[in-house]
């Protein structure tokens, strides 16, 4: 299956479209609306809605028995100010698709339409629209959804654009393809008193700056894992600016990464047991609390060689990546699901970077992509 040139125009402007009215992790509304929308006359079996949050999933059943494959692109933008000056810049402030996910939606959106022209002959296909994937907190919902449970896949797929690599490439790898990371916050409760009498107070001071060298400390004692971990302390806060006060209150934020999920309990265990023993040393209460969880991305080799076959096909180059990403991805929770696999499409090695102000994604990467999607399909329908 091939895109005509008035269907790549479509889903050029579709992008932009979407690229022009970004909505934040868990506000992806609009967003959802619009993909219906576009959709609806590409006669899927049916569409859901409202999947963990705002997600949608449009499905391509052929009423013959085979595979069940999942497709999935995430939708979510950025709370980033937007640098870009072109025509279809975001239209809100402090807000903008600046990783990609404008792109991956088109592209998913156009192996629905590449389905339309070309339907199944076997199996099911499902084009699943991700919310809230920067927050971590998309995929473990949609997998929660009771409406999702008919809709577990036998194999999954996904792709994130990869600025600073050569335009259109498509890499690879076994195993871990994306780190896991989770936020850890800890809260110091001691005792705030007047700046003159600090004796009469416990000020949390020291402990919070135990923490903070035992912690930068820890991920440099490498015999305690087993791979690749980070740790980076990314706030610290003191009391409150009154100078007549001795702070009572202290708080702590770190990001922690690892390679390996088994790596992370470990890192997480040893990093509770720090902050816990420097609280208790200095009298000083502590809660720890976790947030914006990602596990680790472990690609299927079997999904991984598939990928690679439909590529060959195709005649798109392909490079086997040496190392995980340190950048995490919830589509690690898909890759536990069932067999997956995420691989990775070039920007361009000049290209701005996620998260970068200036970024925009790709259009010509959108129909390659949509190709290959398509192929990664008929590689396991006709198998």
């Known amino acids: 299956m091939t895109l005509d040139s008035n269907t790549v125009t479509k889903l050029i402007d579709f992008r932009k479209h979407l690229h022009q009215n970004p909505e934040l992790s868990g506000a992806e509304e609009k967003t959802s609306k619009t993909i219906v929308d576009f959709l609806k006359n590409t006669n899927p079996s049916s569409i859901v809605t409202g999947l963990g949050g705002h997600g949608l999933a449009v499905v391509y059943d052929s009423g013959k028995p085979g595979p069940s494959i999942l497709l999935r692109a995430d939708m979510d933008a950025l709370p980033i100010q937007e640098s870009n000056d072109f025509s279809y810049r975001s239209q809100y402030d402090g807000v903008a698709h600046l990783c990609g996910h404008d792109g991956h939606s088109t592209i998913l959106a156009g192996v629905g339409v590449g389905l339309l022209k070309s339907p199944l002959k076997k199996g099911k296909v499902t084009l699943l629209f991700q919310p809230a994937e920067e927050t971590g907190q998309g995929a473990a ?18 792709l994130h654009n990869l600025p600073g690599f050569k335009r259109g490439q498509i890499f690879l790898r076994e195993g871990t393809f994306a780190s896991a990371s989770t936020g850890l916050i800890a809260k110091l409760k001691g005792l705030s008193s007047h700046a003159a009498h600090p004796e009469d107070g416990n000020n949390p001071d020291l402990a919070l700056a135990k923490m903070i060298l035992e912690l930068n400390n820890l991920v440099s004692q490498k015999e305690r ?3 690749f971990t980070l740790l980076t302390v990314i706030h610290a806060k003191l009391g409150e600016v009154a100078f007549g006060t001795t702070p009572g209150n202290a708080a702590l934020m770190a990001t922690l990464r690892t390679y390996l999920n088994s790596d992370m309990e470990i890192l997480k265990a040893q990093s509770e047991s720090i902050i816990k023993r420097i609280g208790h040393e200095h009298s000083v209460n502590v809660d720890i609390a976790y947030t914006e969880e990602f596990p680790a991305t472990i690609n299927s080799s079997e999904c991984t060689a598939l990928v690679q076959q439909a590529s060959s096909k195709l005649n798109l180059q392909t490079h086997r990546l040496e190392t995980p990403f340190r950048w995490s991805e919830d589509f690690g929770h898909f890759t536990q699901l069932c067999k997956a696999t995420l691989f990775g499409v070039g920007s361009g090695e000049g290209h701005p970077q996620l998260h970068n102000e200036d970024y925009d994604f790709p259009d010509d990467i959108i129909e390659p992509s949509v190709n290959l999607f398509r192929e990664i399909v008929e590689q396991i329908l006709n198998d």
């Not at 999702?148 to 036998?154: A, E, G, I, S, V």
Request: net charge negative; glycine share 4%; aromatic share 20%.
């Open 141 to 158: 919902a949609v997998i929660a959804d009771e409406k999702f449970k008919p809709l577990t896949p036998d194999y999954a797929f996904a």
């Open 225 to 227: 894992f087993d791979g």
